[in-house]
């Protein structure tokens, strides 16, 4: 028995939540992910087979593999002539029109995919990123002091999380600091298509077939596609220097985005763009509050070991893991781990499991900001879809926690988190927290 009153089988209860959830109810992540759950399919059924029904996708599916441990999700990610992401990498099902009418680069295979991410990789390559370190510092101090100025007890996902890459969305897309509200509603209303708060078409609650051809199965893209539209213009009209406009513009060899192509590379570049980063920032948040040891180390380390930081960065991405899954779909019949799979099964690599196997991560319950190797999947590995915005997330979280954290003497939650309703993106929506200063 332990001081907290609980055996240490029931610590591990009250951390890793139930055993026996449905992973394909979003309902079964509202008060965190189920990973006891994942800890059991590893252990015993690391390639599982998965009935799915119309709250899992907004309609019946076909049913899926999940596949669990890390070393699994590697060899499918990296063999994606077996495992193709050419038919969709959400659990959704089309029909051939409607895919090729809301496909994003996501969505391709090689060579087509890495045509594609060559006209729209640029502006987020290290070196670019890089240049962009004091605009998102200045950002970053800014959003910190505005949420100081106030009272001590304040949402750090409305203040904190969410400002920070809504404002650098803002920048780097070229738009009025006024849009950035509503893109980040259009674009929580995409991401957190299954959550009745975020959308008024919750997917699996609501008939939603009229939207089937337009991304997230949600009407908010349609009205990124119009802002798309007027952007587009405004540039073609004055060319500057922001993101839309190398997006539109020809590479010296004359390629280009077609205009179908760049309006679902910009939906998806304003959801994933924002919400996964405000999430892993608030994860972030959680984890080093209720490990203040590691919160005080990282404080100190900061002006002084650089390097602490990048190391905090990996771990938080490893543990808070925003992006859950993706699917891919079998191209021919192929075995893995005995279980014979067909050509046409959706086969869905769950990297939330793969952030968290004992045979890759030792003690992967343990938040360590020392953790080495660390070797964490949350932005993908080893595969052509390594996150295209991989480096700019990792910097915001490094500048913001460096901006934030010697100004605290003392953060501690102020109330009850409450998560976003989803099987697919892990979010917390609300963290009160109260802060004393330094």
């Known amino acids: 028995m332990s001081s907290d009153g609980h055996t240490a089988d029931e610590r591990v209860e009250l951390v890793l939540g139930r055993a ?5 109810n979003p309902d079964s992540y509202t008060e965190g992910v189920p990973y006891a759950t994942f800890e059991r399919l590893r252990r015993d059924d690391p390639v599982s087979w998965w009935e799915e029904h119309a709250e899992t996708s907004g309609a019946d599916g076909s049913g899926f593999w999940a596949i669990t441990r890390y070393d699994d ?11 193709s992401s050419a038919q969709g990498v959400t659990l959704e099902e089309m029909d051939r029109e409607d895919f090729l009418a809301r496909r994003n680069m996501l969505e391709y295979d090689p060579p087509e995919h890495t045509r594609y991410r060559r006209l729209v990789s640029k502006p987020f390559a290290r070196r670019e990123v890089y240049a962009y370190e004091n605009a998102i510092r200045l950002l970053a101090r800014t959003v910190v002091d505005e949420a100081l100025a106030g009272p001590p007890t304040f949402d750090f996902v409305e203040h904190v999380a969410k400002q920070l890459p809504m404002r650098m969305l803002g920048q780097l897309l070229g738009v009025p600091d006024e849009d950035g509200p509503w893109l980040v509603e259009r674009g929580d209303a995409l991401l957190g298509n299954f959550d009745p708060e975020f959308t008024d078409h919750p997917l699996g609650l609501s008939d939603t077939d009229e939207f089937k051809h337009i991304p997230f199965r949600s009407p908010a893209a349609l009205d990124l596609y119009r802002y798309a539209e007027q952007q587009a213009e405004l540039r073609r009209e004055h060319p500057t220097d922001d993101v839309i406009s190398r997006l539109l513009a020809p590479t010296i060899d ?3 985005l077609t205009e179908l192509e760049f309006k679902n590379f910009f939906v998806l570049l304003v959801s994933a763009g924002n919400d996964t980063t405000r999430y892993t920032m608030a994860a972030g948040m ?3 509050i209720e490990h203040p040891e590691q919160m005080a180390e990282l404080r100190a380390s900061v002006g002084r070991d650089p390097a602490l930081m990048d190391s905090a960065v990996e771990e938080i991405l490893r543990w808070s893991t925003v992006t859950m899954h993706f699917r891919r779909t079998a191209t021919c019949d192929v075995e893995l781990r005995g279980k014979q799979i067909r050509a046409g099964d959706k086969v869905v690599i769950w990297f939330v499991s793969a952030n968290y196997d004992s045979g890759q991560f030792p003690e992967p319950y343990h938040f360590d900001i020392h953790r080495s190797p660390n070797d964490q999947v949350a932005l993908g590995r080893m595969s052509p879809h390594l996150c295209l915005g991989s480096q ?3 910097m915001e979280l490094k500048v913001l926690f460096e901006e934030l954290l010697p100004r605290l003497s003392d953060v501690q939650l102020a109330g009850p988190i409450e998560r ?5 993106i892990s979010g917390i929506k609300r963290m009160p927290i109260t802060v004393s200063l330094a």
């Open 254 to 256: 004359g390629e280009q």
């Open 420 to 424: 976003l309703r989803s099987n697919f």
């Open 286 to 288: 959680k984890a080093l």
């Open 73 to 83: 999700l590697l060899e499918v990610s990296r063999r994606v002539d077996v495992f």
């Open 392 to 394: 700019l997330a990792k």
């Open 20 to 24: 026996d959830a449905d992973i394909t």
